[in-house]
């Protein structure tokens, strides 16, 4: 089969064998497979993320030495099945899958282990107990976003976000995009994203965002604090609740008999944003901890490759609240398939190209240019290297 390798940064088209598939595992055609952010990270700092992933117990993350076949977001059809697998996938069957595959007890990521070959060929193995039908006859452009869509869905899970929320997207590459398109799909009033490229705003709107902010013009946490009662400075704060005092102590009750009896309907809780940060350069984050508001829920959606410098008396003095994610539950990507199958969920604007396996290299060239594309699926079917438009 042809196959897209990588090994020691450079990406080239090969034959290799057909896979196999193993006990409980499935053989697919593939029809579409994603190219990731994490995969334009790992061609050049996959040993800075093996080192880190290590540290977590998981030694098996590709290596620059290694010859691997990367992609992850996969969409294919049932061609083949292993042992001890049933017969709920008959072949043809159109399907999409969480990216692991279980060898005995060892699990390995599709298309970021040497031991797992993705989605940047003509076929490979999945497991058959994180596979999904996929339903409705969802087009294969749309089906192939359910992976990267379900790392947008975790994200907003993880920030509890309310509709009466205000919602900060910084950065609006594809996960950026991805987060927007999943608030607005969850009826989230204020919706407010940030990004230096043209393109990228341009493609925030297409989502659904309700401002749209260049940082190099406006900052986007005015934007977002606006009238709407957020505490900006430590006096701030401090004055507040000196005012409060000084109101309540008219009341016929002391200060503190009132304040607990706000405290138990929410009344004193205090109004904050919730951002979602989904650029993952260095500095960044200390960036949006120095500038958000007090009691801010930051979400940490980017990945910073190398090591980076915080300061954590900002997050303290804030009092904010950090989440960092990765990943989605299995439950969660089945819940993010049907909503993109039953149109809940717009995904449509994400896509901007296809290519081949031939034009693997020239995408991911393409894809460091914020301004030209934002994803680009491959497609084992078209022959040309060059990439099409969507």
């Not at 009344?267 to 508001?293: I, N, Q, W, Y």
């Not at 959606?301 to 904010?320: F, H, Q």
């Amino acid at each position: 089969m042809k196959a897209a390798s990588l090994i020691r940064g450079s990406l080239e088209l090969v034959t290799l064998p057909a896979p196999r598939p193993k006990a409980g595992q499935l053989l697919l055609d593939v029809k579409r497979c994603g190219i990731c952010g994490s995969d334009l990270h790992a061609r050049l700092h996959g040993d800075d993320l093996a080192d880190t992933l290590q540290l977590c117990g998981y030694p098996r993350y590709m290596r620059s030495g290694q010859r691997v076949v990367m992609g992850h977001e996969i969409y294919g059809e049932v061609v083949g099945h292993g042992p001890w697998t049933s017969d709920r996938f008959k072949p043809g069957t159109p399907v999409v899958t969480v990216p692991l595959v279980r060898t005995g007890r060892q699990v390995d990521g599709i298309g970021l282990s040497a031991d797992a070959p993705g989605g940047y060929a003509d076929q490979v193995v999945v497991q058959e107990s994180l596979t999904l039908r996929v339903p409705n006859g969802l087009h294969p452009d749309v089906a192939a976003l359910t992976e990267p869509m379900a790392v947008a869905w975790h994200a907003v899970n993880r920030g509890q976000v309310t509709r009466k929320d205000i919602a900060v997207v910084l950065g609006c590459g594809p996960v950026g995009l991805a987060v927007i398109a999943v608030l607005k799909a969850r009826g989230v009033a204020a919706v407010i994203a940030s990004d230096y490229s043209a393109g990228r705003r341009a493609l925030s709107r297409s989502c659904g965002a309700d401002t749209v902010v260049d940082p190099a013009v406006e900052s986007p946490w005015q934007r977002a604090s606006a009238g709407r009662g957020f505490m900006a400075t430590m006096p701030d704060e401090y004055n507040a609740g000196i005012d409060a005092i000084e109101g309540m102590d008219r009341l016929p009750v002391p200060w503190w008999t009132t304040w607990r009896a706000l405290d138990k309907v929410g009344a004193t809780s205090p109004k904050r944003p919730v951002v979602f940060e989904c650029v993952g350069v260095p500095g960044m984050l200390d960036g949006v901890m120095a500038a958000a508001p007090l009691h801010s829920r930051v979400v940490v959606v980017g990945v910073c490759m190398g090591s980076d410098t915080t300061r954590p008396s900002l997050a303290v003095n804030k009092e904010l609240d950090l989440r960092f994610v990765v990943g989605y539950t299995p439950l969660e990507f089945r819940d993010t398939l049907h909503a993109l199958a039953d149109g809940t969920l717009d995904a449509s604007h994400l896509v901007t190209g296809k290519v081949g396996l031939a034009g693997v290299a020239h995408a991911f060239t393409a894809l460091a240019d914020p301004d030209i594309h934002a994803k680009i699926l491959i497609d084992p079917a078209l022959e040309s290297p060059d990439i099409m438009p969507n």
